[in-house]
């Protein structure tokens, strides 16, 4: 088994050892950073804004960081509190394909990775974005006709320095 990279790095870097992708984020202070980060860059964005039109919950980077400090190896939050996988792919399906807004989706992220100081050279940067791609292109974009279709039941995805855990 490989150890994960190891640096020394402000705010959000890898301090080193065999640490979860969620500590090596900063935890939830960390994630709660990033999540305000790219959701700034999102309401920026003419396209992906729409998603938000609606409106959104008052917590919504609290939750969100939730979730992903649960799905990076953090601890069970968000299904503790919130809901489980099938109630997160609900809400991001029936819309239809919309392949340009998970584009830019994914380019206000490397932009809020920045924004929270992770530089290109540090590894956990490249873990993250490689875990929001997947999690845009795949899990939250696979039912597009309906949320109806989305089945009951399903756990959140669990991600390491390696990839999805399977």
Not at 2 to 20: F, N, T
Not at 57 to 67: D, G, T
Not at 90 to 101: A, Q, Y
């Amino acid at each position: 088994m490989r150890a994960e990279p190891s640096c020394e790095s402000g705010g959000l870097g890898i301090l080193g050892g065999m640490q979860s992708v969620y500590e090596a984020a900063g935890g939830s202070e960390g994630l709660v950073r990033l999540a305000e980060a790219w959701h700034r860059q999102v309401m920026g964005d003419e396209i992906v804004s729409h998603a938000f039109s609606h409106g959104f919950h008052p917590q919504h980077s609290e939750r969100l960081a939730a979730y992903w400090a649960e799905a990076l190896g953090g601890p069970a939050a968000y299904s503790g509190t919130y809901g489980d996988q099938t109630s997160v792919v609900r809400i991001h399906s029936g819309n239809g394909p919309h392949e340009e807004m998970d584009r830019r989706a994914i380019a206000c992220f490397e932009q809020a990775l920045e924004d929270v100081g992770l530089s290109a050279s540090d590894p956990v940067r490249q873990v993250l974005l490689d875990y929001f791609t997947w999690a845009t292109t795949t899990t939250m974009s696979r039912y597009h006709e309906s949320a109806a279709d989305v089945p009951e039941g399903l756990s959140i995805p669990r991600w390491s320095w390696h990839g999805l855990q399977r």
